[in-house]
């Protein structure tokens, strides 16, 4: 469908709010002087004149459709931007494009190909769209399409979630960010719930819903809520003469259900979805472990912000309660050798040991995981907690394993066999330095969770907030089962916990369509005793019931279904292997392909068929301007909507020497090679205000030879130094030598060992890697490459991995740190190159248009033989036209 023509392309996932328009308006409120009319409501000669977003919520089920509208009112072509935020938990299920009344419709794809579709589609128009990671709950959505002179463009775009219960609401979330006064600006919320709504709020975090007076009204009654908010353009000022718009932040929808009805298994069209409940159970006493993370990268705020959280959430625990602390950084400390009941005295000692708690050192997650195990598994079994309780690992950290057992799948198969699936696991990563997959895959593997802590100034209310979430267990084991040959389908229906406030939610298929009885049985364990009950409903009474609601739409409950089963099955997907995971992976994709949703495996692409008349009402216009302005306003007419999972940057340089830059904006990385003479010394990183510098001398590629015959080089030996620390470190295949002034120490890479010193700590992994650290923000890792003792020829070296450097200043240059700065690049003309397997393409960047070539190179930073495949574009020529200045200016005449 692509093939003859003119592709855009945007990758897109789930979530919510608007901004249009291809500049940001400057916020300066201008005196009106009865011109206003002329400035409100443009930016840049695009107007935005309509933004709706409609919800309509049946079951939890949520069906949001942002509709914006936008016309060009100058007199050329110009790009408009729509920029959708919507939460991370939501599927988009479909994005149209309409521009002058013709509607160009997206198409769900395979993930594979819709890239390939995407790749053809950028050597013809450019791309126009991504997703990326946007604060704490939302995902960015972002498209651009170029729209002639005096035209019109409308975006629709809609997604569907699942809204879950938490803290005894369902909250829903929109962003909102219109960037510009908007003439008809509308959200509209109609709630449908068979159960009855009991509570129901709105709230828009700009400004006090006093302010916003009749623009905001909610309602509701019996089974109907509704919500609007409709500010006109003079509520939307940010002051009475101001022209931008006041509208930016988040509007917030929660509300509850009744509970009193048991009618809480719904049936529409063959299936059932079952929400779970109940309320007034006393709580269940639990033993909880805190593990957390007192390491150096902890130091300063994380650790203030931890220990307030943790004084905070003593005040909460209840006196039936056990707990105990456990404390790591390259050691293990505990508060007390075993359990204690928190009994005002005990929480008094817990207060004093919790206000002492101080950083120090390294990361063991391992050890500290398995004494907290220990004491879990030995309070039961020595009876020193209550019969009917249970237990939870809370654990904190805010980096990755580096000393004692750091391998991650050996710290999961650890923890996996000392837990037994007995209680769950839940594991907090504070900040972004950490392998975040390796904590949630481990949680998930231990019927726990992981959540993120975000760096911010809430930090401790996050992590207050997440143990409300799991304060108050009021069953264990729950089980809702249902007849086998009555239905199919089933999504999870076992827990190992139901907390207050939340809600266990569980789909299917029947089996017969036309059954008359539906049946479920509900067992838990509570504090007194255990729950058994079962619920009976009358099919065709509840099928009738809901239909006559005429604003249900039909099938809520199938899509309910399939989106609850999508998600658990993409969830499992993160810990299966092999053949299971094919498995998981193709039934997951079978259903986003059905469904229409844009989950991780899939995407959606929007194709404006090849069409002469508006190709060239739109390309035309540019033409009366510059060439390179032509270029820019090519227009892009597919779109390919998917998901991109955020990431972390990184830059390090391994083999040959090949240097991998990766760019997260972009989810992309750009690699080059320095080829310079055995002996020759390069500066990687230099910063004058950190005062950090990195240098790295090649070897050739044979022993005993200054030459090298086959061309390759390698580092052989890296310099580290800081001069406010005083500090250097020499790192070569055979030895690792400190200077702390001129007090040398060596250690060998048969070695164990960490070194540490005000907020510096070195720490030797024998024989694989050294990892240094300056305190938070700034970490590079030393991998050792070595080569069969015995080889004739070869010999071992070195990589060099930068995995944190935000601490380093904007003034960082050498051939790694002046990309530690964000940098922008665009690569188009994708074409066969003289390899078939890797096409060439012209990359922008830095004001050059270079030729590269698609590639790959390994990242060695956790595996050091096998090393994981990283997908760059290739600079030619040692980074010509990519690095600052040539390759020789970064030759320097020592290591120090
Ligand atoms: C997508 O939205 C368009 C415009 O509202 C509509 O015509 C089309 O049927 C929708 N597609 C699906 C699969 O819902
Ligand atoms: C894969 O799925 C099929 C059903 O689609 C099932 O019969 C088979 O056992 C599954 N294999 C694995 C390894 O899970």
Known sequence: MLSNGTCLVALLHVGFVLRLGSLWFPGSPLRLLGKRSLLEGLVDDIEVYSTKINCQVTSRFAHNVITTRAVNRGDKAKEVFFDAELPKTGFITNFTLTIDGVTYPGNIKEKEVAKKQYEKAV?????????????????????????AAGSEVTFELTYEELLKRNRGKYEMYLKVQPKQLVKNFEIEVDIFEPQGISTLDAEASFITNDLLGSALTKSFSGKKGHVSFKPSLDQQRSCPTCTDSLLNGDFTVTYDVNRELPANVQIVNGYFVHFFAPQGLPVVPKNVVFVIDVSGSMSGRKIEQTKEALLKILEDVREDDYLNFILFSGGVTTWKDQLVQATPENLQKARIFVKNIRDQGLTNINDALLSAIRMLNKAQEDHLVPERSTSIIIMLTDGDAN?????????????????????????????????????????????????????????????????????????????????????????????????????????????????NSFKADVKGQGALNDLIYTENVDVKEMEKALK?????????????????????????????????????????????????????????????????????????????????????????????????????????????????????????????????????????????????????????????????????????????????????????????????????????????????RDGLSVTINRRRNVVISFGPGVTFVVVLHQVWKKHPLHQDFLGFYVVDSHRMSAQTHGLLGQFFHPFDFEVSDVHPGSDPAKPDATMVVKNHHLTVTRGSQKDYRKDTTVGTKVNCWFVHNNGQGLIDGVHTDYIVSSLF
């Open 403 to 515: 000393t004692g057992e750091s391998r991650p799948e050996k710290i999961r198969e650890n923890v996996r066999n000392a837990i037994k699936g007995k209680f769950p696991l839940y594991n907090l990563g504070f900040g972004r330095n950490l392998d975040y997959s390796f904590l949630e895959s481990m949680a998930l593997e231990n019927h726990g969770l992981a959540r993120r802590i975000y760096e911010d100034s809430d930090a401790d209310l996050q992590l207050q907030g997440f143990y409300e979430e799991v304060a108050n267990p009021l069953l264990t084991s729950v089980q809702l089962e249902y007849p086998d040959n009555a239905i199919q389908d089933l999504t999870q229906n076992s827990y190992q916990h139901f907390y207050d406030g939340s809600e266990i939610v569980v789909a299917g298929r029947l089996v017969d369509e036309d059954m």
């Open 548 to 756: 006559e609601q005429d604003y249900i739409f039909g099938n809520y409950i199938e899509r309910l279904w399939a989106y609850l089963t999508i998600e658990q099955l993409l969830e499992k997907r993160k810990n299966a292997q092999g053949e299971e995971k094919e498995n998981l992976t193709a039934q997951a994709l079978d259903l986003s392909l059905k469904y229409h949703f844009v989950t991780p495996l899939t995407s959606m692409v929007v194709t404006k068929p090849e069409d002469n008349e508006d190709q060239t009402s739109i390309a035309d216009k540019p033409g009366e301007d510059t060439d390179t302005e032509a270029k820019s306003t090519v227009p892009s007419t597919t779109h390919l909507l998917s998901y991109q999972p955020p990431s972390n940057p990184y830059y390090y340089v391994d083999g040959d020497p090949h240097f991998i830059i990766q760019v997260p904006e972009k989810d992309d990385a750009i690699c080059f090679n320095i080829d310079e003479a055995p002996g020759a010394v390069l500066r990687l990183i230099q910063d004058p205000v950190t005062g950090l510098t990195v240098n790295g001398q090649i070897i050739g590629d044979e022993r005993d030879s200054s030459d090298s015959h086959t061309g390759k080089t390698y580092f052989g030996r890296l310099g580290i130094t800081n001069v406010q620390m005083d500090f250097r470190l020499e790192v070569t295949t055979e030895t690792i030598t400190l200077w702390s002034g001129d007090v040398p120490t060596t250690l060998s890479w048969l070695d164990t060992a960490t070194v540490t």
């Open 123 to 147: 050597s013809q128009g450019k791309t126009a769209g991504l997703v990326k990671a946007s604060g704490r709950k939302l995902e960015k959505f972002t498209v651009s399409v170029n729209v």
